[in-house]
Nanobody
Framework: QVQLVESGGGLVQAGGSLRLSCAASGRSFSNYVMGWFRQAPGKERLFVAA????????YYADSVKGRFTISRDNAKNTLYLQMNSLKPEDTAVYYC??????????????????WGQGTQVTVSS
């Protein structure tokens, strides 16, 4: 069992940056593929980025590629999302998620077993 708690959200102007964190409790954090998803008001939850257990492999949605960076510190049981060049369309609740399936960097909701409660990111124009 893994419990996930996000932090770091807030209000930022367009062009600015934020770094989200996701603290994981439980054992064997490095055994999980981790991902970030986001959900804008009235819209479905969408994939943002995923990272392998070692941190060596990453995968991004086209909408954030080149602007966002996913990383992890397994010694601290923490997942990060560095968000640069933020746009108003990045406004959403951001969720971290963990997957026991280490064979692929999943982008579908049903590939993830554990979810955090979310943190709000608002980008003003």
């Amino acid at each position: 069992q893994v419990q996930l708690v996000e932090s770091g959200g807030g209000l930022v102007q367009a062009g600015g940056s934020l770094r989200l964190s996701c603290a994981a409790s439980g054992r064997s954090f490095s055994n999980y593929v981790m991902g970030w998803f986001r959900q804008a008001p009235g819209k479905e939850r969408l994939f943002v980025a995923a990272i392998s257990g070692t941190g060596f492999n990453t995968y991004y949605a086209d909408s954030v590629k080149g602007r966002f960076t996913i990383s992890r510190d397994n010694a601290k049981n923490t997942l990060y999302l560095q968000m640069n060049s933020l746009k108003p369309e990045d406004t959403a609740v951001y969720y971290c998620a963990g997957s026991r399936n280490t064979r692929r960097l999943g982008s579908a909701l049903n590939e993830y077993d554990y979810w955090g409660q979310g943190t709000q990111v608002t980008v003003s124009s």
